[in-house]
């Protein structure tokens, strides 16, 4: 089984002038957790997760606290949100690079990668380069899984 057997279909993504306040309506309205950021031939050139998004109101001193469990909240910390002027910048100021998995990809191969970059969805691109779908670990996950179903039976 391939990657493109469990992927969903129906990407959003967004170009790299999309601002940021623009990228955070879309993460709230279609509930996602990664965007794709595509150049105008449809082809994905990088990638903006809501981790990246949550990290512009994080604390700094995050990254230097090994454990955080002695926190219980991060009191007037927690309703602070970026300025005006972070949510007008573009996406591609935000964007990391992108892992992609060609359709044909074998389901263990793209989990793999996928643990390996510590991604959570990876885009799934055409022979082309096109964007072609997304694929999360549940969903490759899922259809490790429903080979075992059927092996069983």
């Known amino acids: 089984m391939t990657v493109k057997n469990c992927m969903k279909r129906n990407v959003v993504s967004i170009n790299a002038d999309t601002t940021i306040r623009e990228a955070m309506t879309l993460f709230v309205k279609k509930h996602i957790g990664s965007l794709p950021v595509v150049d105008d031939n449809n082809t994905p050139i990088g ?3 809501l ?3 949550l990290k512009l109101e994080m604390p700094s001193f995050i990254d230097f606290v ?6 219980h909240d991060f009191g007037a910390v ?3 949100r970026p300025s005006a002027a972070t949510l007008k910048r573009t996406a591609k100021s935000i964007m990391r690079p992108v892992f992609t998995v060609k359709e ?3 389901l ?3 989990y793999s990668l996928m643990l390996q970059q ?3 969805d990876i885009p799934v691109i055409t022979g082309d380069g096109k964007m072609a779908g997304i694929a999360s670990r549940v969903d490759v996950g899922v259809a490790i899984l429903s080979t ?6």
């Open 47 to 49: 990638v903006i997760g």
């Open 148 to 153: 075992w179903i059927k092996a069983e039976r």
């Open 66 to 71: 090994a454990d955080v469990d002695f926190v």
């Open 118 to 120: 510590n991604l959570h």
């Open 104 to 106: 044909d990809c074998g």
């Open 78 to 80: 927690e309703d602070l």
């Open 108 to 110: 263990l191969r793209a």
């Open 51 to 53: 981790r990246d998004l």
